[in-house]
């Protein structure tokens, strides 16, 4: 594979930075990686586990003469992040982000990018319950969705050029409009972690009124819904702040659906549960048929290190 960027600077080295450096590295994408975490103790197993080739104390250092840098922190410190770099950004650079939410960084984050600096917001639809610097692995973005989400007047070789850093580490690249994807994302990704966190917190209710039984007797829909809600806190509390209309506006469609169930139930209509259960079944096909998920009993999640949760 051709190296396609010479230096590229992470910010923040969590699951998606780790990851990304290890497909980076192990297709040969790129020169060198260097990386910076706010927490002295992650740059510190950084360091150890050689997820980077240098991994600098300050943001401002780990950008200078990087040619990409990637800003794969929480969606709620971009702003103050770009603000703090831009001045450190190498002309002709391209500056991305891995965040589940389009609008609020372009918001935050377009202020502050200097004349010749390309900045191109993306979404990496890939991750597990994990986080920090050793829960990264070479294949998580293999066959997952990579969003890209170029601004008016975003420089042509420079997007193409990040595409095909994403497509060289297995993602499938897109392109949509910045508020069509936060749209998309409240029905595919935000809203269901949100219904998730709540079920979770009324499992936990329950459990303190029943002898830990909702805990012990775990089916796997239940399994399912804790793994979800075991995702970063922080990164899901910004998630919510910053798409807050979108989501709001699923989960009052949401409220609309979960009505009608709720008639048919207490009305004792089978006939129309069943019909509904019908369609939504189909959905579940189509996600497997599109290769985003698997029939197999497990869902593909048994094996260690497998790639699911995040978006």
Avoid at 97 to 125: L, Y
Avoid at 220 to 239: C, E, H, K, N, Y
Avoid at 253 to 281: K, N, P, S
Wanted: aromatic share 6%.
């Amino acid at each position: 594979m051709t190296v396609i960027y010479d230096r590229v600077a992470l910010i923040g080295l969590g699951l998606i930075a780790s990851s990304m450096a290890h497909a980076m590295r192990q297709y040969g994408l790129v020169g060198e990686i260097v990386g910076h975490a706010k927490s002295a103790e992650t740059r510190k197993i950084a360091l150890d586990i050689g997820l980077c080739d240098r991994v600098c104390d300050t943001a401002a250092l780990a950008v200078q003469g990087a040619d990409l840098v990637v800003l794969c922190v929480p969606v709620g410190v971009m702003g103050d992040l770009a603000a703090e770099i831009a001045p450190h950004l190498a002309p002709g650079a391209t500056l991305t982000d891995v965040g589940s939410v389009k609008g609020a960084v372009v918001e935050a984050v377009a202020p502050h990018m200097p004349s010749g600096v390309q900045f191109i917001p993306g979404h990496p639809i890939a991750g597990t319950e994990h986080s920090g610097p050793r829960s990264g692995f070479a294949t998580l973005f293999q066959n997952r969705w990579w969003l890209l989400t170029p601004l008016d007047g975003a420089d042509v070789a420079a997007t193409a050029r990040l595409r095909a850093l994403c497509e060289g580490m297995g993602a499938h690249v897109d392109e949509m409009d910045v508020a069509h994807h936060d749209l998309v994302l409240a029905v595919t990704s935000h809203t269901p972690h949100l219904i998730a966190y709540t079920m979770v917190g009324v499992a936990e209710h329950m459990r303190r009124v029943s002898n830990s039984e909702v805990i012990k007797y775990s089916a796997g829909g239940f399994r399912d819904l804790t793994r979800i809600a075991a995702s970063d806190p922080v990164m899901w509390r910004d998630v919510f702040l910053t798409n807050k209309d979108a989501v709001l506006d699923i989960l009052g469609r949401f409220t609309e659906e979960l009505f009608v169930l709720q008639r048919a139930i207490r009305m004792g209509d089978g006939e129309q549960l069943h019909a509904y259960f019908t369609r939504t079944r189909a959905i579940r096909r189509g996600i497997i048929e599109a290769g985003q998920d698997t029939a197999a009993p497990d869902f593909g999640r048994a094996t260690v290190g497998g790639g699911e949760g995040k978006t």
